[in-house]
């Protein structure tokens, strides 16, 4: 057998591969796409949903009107795909996933497949709870604070000038950017314990390790606080103290996989404690 012939059969494995991933990624884009178009077609009632914490917040304002304008002619129309590209992704995601862990699954061991399960189950189900935190939660307080800058116009008296008044006449495209900006990044923010679980399980991060470089996450969480929410100190106090205790929540997290690792090498006498490895 030639030299070329070795190549040629040790990059067979690559092209099946890479036709897998082709395959898979081409139905998970389908899926997208067909659940985009059918959220197309819902678009109105999900943006009515999207829209009351704006009403509700100029509501409080003694304003009952909370319609929004569109600054370009074309911005319902993004509007829309804004919103069903949203919707599409949460209604594909469960496709996206699996068929993501039908390429995974095959080059994995059977503990290797257990172990990973649940990360792919517990992803979404933590995004869905910071999507839904953001939204009921840090929007409110995030609208009232805006809105709390507006004042009516004052007419002056005989000689005196009128003071200009400052009213929101809101972008439907821009609401809705800020509003998805909010959602994505507290899903994100709520990542942060599968991750470092994740990490944790693959050897990358320590409970211990965690622990000493804390400060420092605090310090970065504070960073994320004031980059993430409006400028009032009552959202970056709420944010702040989410995740932090998301933070905490992952080195226990982190600790129980390595008491479980520990556990189990123990058991099959493959642990070495470090006073013995120290000797």
């Known amino acids: 057998m030639t030299k070329t012939d070795d190549i040629d059969d040790s990059s067979a494995p690559l092209i099946e591969h890479l036709a897998e991933l082709r395959t898979r990624l081409i139905r998970a884009l389908g899926a997208f796409v067909v659940a985009m178009l059918i959220c197309f077609t819902f678009w109105k009632p999900a943006f009515n949903f999207l829209t009351q914490p704006l009403c509700v917040a100029l509501a409080d304002q003694g304003q009952q009107d909370c319609g929004l304008v569109m600054i370009a002619l074309q911005e319902g129309f993004f509007v829309a795909v804004s919103i069903s590209m949203l919707g599409g992704l949460a209604l594909s995601f469960p496709v996206i996933s699996y068929q993501l862990w039908r390429f995974v699954a095959p080059g994995l061991y059977k503990s290797e497949k257990n172990a990973f399960l649940p990360f792919l189950i517990a992803s979404p189900a933590m995004f869905l709870l910071g999507a839904a935190f953001a939204f009921y939660v840090i929007t409110p307080m995030a609208f009232t604070f805006f809105l709390g800058f ?11 000038a009128a003071s200009a008044g400052i009213g929101y006449l809101g972008s439907a495209q821009s609401y809705l950017s800020l ?8 899903g994100l923010c709520f990542q942060l314990p599968v991750l470092l679980t994740l990490m944790g399980k693959a050897g990358l991060v320590s409970a211990t390790g965690l622990k000493a470089v804390r400060k420092y996450a605090i310090v970065g969480i504070l960073i994320l606080a004031a980059i993430a929410t409006p400028p009032d100190v009552i959202s970056q106090i709420v944010l702040f103290s989410v995740v932090y205790g998301l933070y905490e929540i992952s080195i226990q997290l982190v600790a129980r996989v390595e008491k479980k690792r520990e556990a189990r090498l123990r058991a099959e006498g493959l642990w070495v404690d470090d006073e013995e490895d120290a000797a």
């Open 150 to 160: 507006e004042q009516g116009t004052v007419m002056g008296g005989e000689g005196e």
């Open 179 to 186: 509003t998805i900006k909010f959602i994505v990044a507290f």
